[in-house]
């Protein structure tokens, strides 16, 4: 089934929705922009691949903005997956940064507690994700004072409260400009802009993570079913996406 052909379906508000989405943008770029002529940005998205990312780094492209992007390529990702890293990278006008996992960590974790790890304990799950994501996500973010991501408040009860601007983290602002998006809405920008997407949403994964990690989803199950899917729905966060002062940061790595 065709991603586009299942969920394109603009909400009434899509207009005012993609305005907001654009002035977010724009703004963020004025407000995090070189301290230097010459120097990188203060700001990046972190663009995991999935549709709302290829989204917003159409929107970072299409709209000539001074903000970087980077991906996490965690070692561990879909065939899929890394074939789109590879035409988003000849693609973009802003240079794709790759950040990998320092690589004697990543063997030696294996090495030690086997490749399947990730499945014995949540413990064992979130240091698999604290190497492979966290880690590598701290190189990204250093020396940023903003940055970037997909984030929507339809996508998990854990997210229902996104805002467009969070700032709880004194060390660096959280933008997310999709927040008020549904899916339905994701869908529509990418078939109007003709947006190269991951092909595994056509096989009903809606969120992409890691390959052990992810399956497809039935129709009915939660958006985010197919991520950690033998863990209680509570721990289903990696850390890249918690709060200093919620629940979740003592449960997330």
Not at 166 to 183: C, E, M
Request: aromatic fraction near 8%; hydrophobic fraction near 40%; charge should be neutral.
């Amino acid at each position: 089934m065709n991603a586009i052909k299942l969920n394109a379906r603009a909400s009434g508000t899509f207009d005012a929705k993609l305005a907001e989405t654009v002035a977010v943008l724009e703004q963020a770029a004025r407000d995090y922009a070189p301290s230097t002529a010459g120097s990188a940005p203060r700001i990046s998205l972190a663009c995991s691949l999935g549709a709302e990312d290829v989204a917003l780094a159409h929107l970072v492209n299409s709209l000539q903005l001074n903000i970087g992007i980077f991906v996490l390529e965690t070692g561990m990702l879909n065939p899929e997956t890394l074939a789109l890293l590879e035409r988003l990278k000849a693609s973009s006008r802003t240079p794709i940064q790759v950040y990998t996992p320092r690589t004697e960590d990543a063997e030696q974790f294996v090495a030690r507690e086997g490749k399947d790890a990730m499945y014995k304990s949540i413990a064992l799950r979130k240091a698999c994700c604290h190497i492979r994501k966290m880690e590598p996500l701290e190189r990204a973010l250093a020396g940023k004072d903003a940055w970037i991501t997909g984030l929507r408040r339809e996508q998990s009860g854990a997210r229902a409260d996104v805002p467009l601007i969070d700032s709880t983290n004194p060390a660096r602002v959280k933008i997310n400009p999709l927040a008020n998006w549904t899916w339905g809405d994701v869908w529509h920008f990418i078939a109007i802009n003709k947006i190269d997407y991951n092909p595994l949403h056509d096989q009903f994964f809606p969120s992409i993570g890691c390959a052990p990690c992810t399956r497809a989803i039935s129709m009915g199950e939660d958006f985010r079913a197919g991520r950690w899917w033998w863990e209680d729905e509570a721990a289903k966060e990696c850390g890249l996406h918690v709060t200093p002062s919620s629940t979740l940061e003592k449960t997330s790595a």
